[in-house]
Nanobody
Framework: QLQVAESGGGFVQPGGSLRLSCTAS????????FGWFRQVPGKEREEGEE???????????LYADSVKGRFTIGRDDAENSVYVTMNSLKPEDTAVYYC???????????????????????WGQGTLVTVSE
């Protein structure tokens, strides 16, 4: 069974950092695009913002304007996981963060592989990130 699971959420003060991990089971990372999405209170997960994504080849990435320069997505093939490092966190980054994967073979770049959100097939349960004083 193909699954992904997030870890690493928590409470952090503004300006702090967190690293979220998404571990895949039942499949390896190659040929799967992975995205990180966030859901704020009052909105459905499907209305969430895609904050970062990495292509199936692992060679290209995509970031929302709201997190560019602060978030970095990457792969750890040895751990079969995808991570997002979040720096300079702001209160508006508070959300439930979801990892999702979709089959994306070949060299399709992230800007094509990572959208639309509806094509992501495998979703984790989410991990809460709270940024507050």
């Amino acid at each position: 069974q193909l699954q992904v699971a997030e870890s690493g959420g928590g409470f952090v003060q503004p300006g702090g950092s967190l690293r979220l991990s998404c571990t895949a089971s039942g499949f390896t990372l190659d040929n799967y695009a992975f995205g990180w999405f966030r859901q704020v209170p009052g909105k459905e997960r499907e209305e969430g913002e895609e904050v970062a994504c990495i292509s199936g080849s692992g060679l290209t990435t995509l970031y929302a304007d709201s997190v560019k320069g602060r978030f970095t997505i990457g792969r750890d093939d040895a751990e079969n996981s995808v991570y997002v490092t979040m720096n300079s966190l702001k209160p508006e980054d508070t959300a439930v963060y979801y990892c999702a994967a979709k089959y994306s073979p070949g060299s399709l770049r992230a800007e094509y592989a990572c959208r639309p959100q509806s094509q992501f097939e495998y979703w984790g349960q989410g991990t809460l990130v709270t940024v507050s004083e």
